[in-house]
């Protein structure tokens, strides 16, 4: 077999395996949802802010894991980057990627309030709300979904792509990064808030390469967590200090 037809079979594959991925996710945040609806959080929550959401996405993080056992059960496949590891790129990465989202997001409110175009909370920013919806973001938006659209996705690609060259691992990274995209799409609806889909490719790029150059899923989680508690804390600072 030619050189050239091993290349076509290989990312044929890869098309295959990338709408399996897509299922699997596409699943597994719809059986987060289901489990997460079984549940009365009003006690605790009752702007429906953070426990069904929290709920949702603990779930999902723990499909995310069983997928990884059963893989590395049933072809060794344990490069996953989940181990933690001091990296000091990755810690330069995170520290980057954090001033550049104050900057952005700076700019934001000041022009938004020179244009009068800020889109703020309808909801009261009492001590609840706002632990409750900053706690699930630095907690668990990060972990649940770098491990489920980063970790789990890259990983197999590239394991169907042995061995995996610099364009493989690009191509990984941005293949995990449209799944992302389309995980903001609300499907059952045929709603695409673009604005939403393409900010989370392009951060899905970011998370995707600090994890090749890093080796770990632990940066990409803290950048995702922390890009969440800026734009949402953000909002609050906004929020109060306008009053």
């Known amino acids: 077999m030619t050189k050239n037809k091993i290349s076509v079979n290989k990312y044929i594959i890869v098309t295959g395996v990338t709408v399996i991925l897509f299922a699997i996710?596409?699943?597994?945040?719809?059986?987060?949802?289901?489990?997460?609806?079984?549940?009365?959080?009003?006690?605790?929550?009752?702007d429906s802010l953070f426990a069904e959401v929290t709920v949702h996405h603990i779930v999902q993080l723990l499909c995310s894991f069983s997928v990884i056992g059963v893989l590395y059960k049933i072809k060794n496949i344990d490069r996953?980057?989940?181990?933690?590891?001091?990296?000091?790129?990755?810690?330069?990465?995170t520290v980057i990627f954090c001033s550049v989202l104050l900057v952005y997001y700076t700019v934001v409110y000041i022009a938004g309030t020179f244009f009068h175009s800020i889109n703020t909370f309808d909801y009261d920013l009492n001590a609840r709300n706002m632990i409750g919806t900053?706690?699930?973001?630095?907690?668990?938006?990060?972990?649940?979904?770098?491990?489920?659209?980063?970790?789990?996705?890259?990983?197999?690609?590239?394991?169907?792509?042995?061995?995996?060259?610099?364009?493989?691992?690009?191509?990984a990274v941005v293949i995990a990064a449209f799944l992302f995209g389309l995980g903001h799409i609300n499907i059952m609806t045929f709603y695409i808030p673009w604005f939403q889909?393409?900010?989370?490719?392009?951060?899905?790029?970011?998370?995707?390469?600090?994890?090749?150059?890093?080796?770990?899923?632990?940066?990409?989680?803290?950048?995702?967590?922390?890009?969440?508690?800026?734009s949402v804390g953000g909002c609050y600072l906004y929020m109060l200090f306008m009053k």
């Open 134 to 171: 900053l706690g699930f973001q630095l907690f668990l938006s990060g972990p649940s979904e770098e491990v489920l659209f980063r970790s789990l996705p890259i990983t197999v690609l590239l394991y169907c792509m042995q061995p995996a060259n610099r364009k493989d691992r690009v191509i």
């Open 80 to 93: 996953f980057k989940l181990r933690p590891k001091y990296d000091s790129k990755g810690l330069k990465y």
């Open 197 to 230: 889909v393409c900010y989370a490719f392009v951060l899905g790029l970011v998370y995707g390469f600090v994890l090749i150059k890093t080796n770990s899923i632990i940066y990409p989680m803290i950048m995702h967590s922390l890009s969440n508690v800026i």
């Open 25 to 46: 996710q596409f699943l597994f945040s719809r059986l987060g949802w289901l489990v997460a609806s079984l549940f009365d959080y009003s006690a605790i929550d009752q």
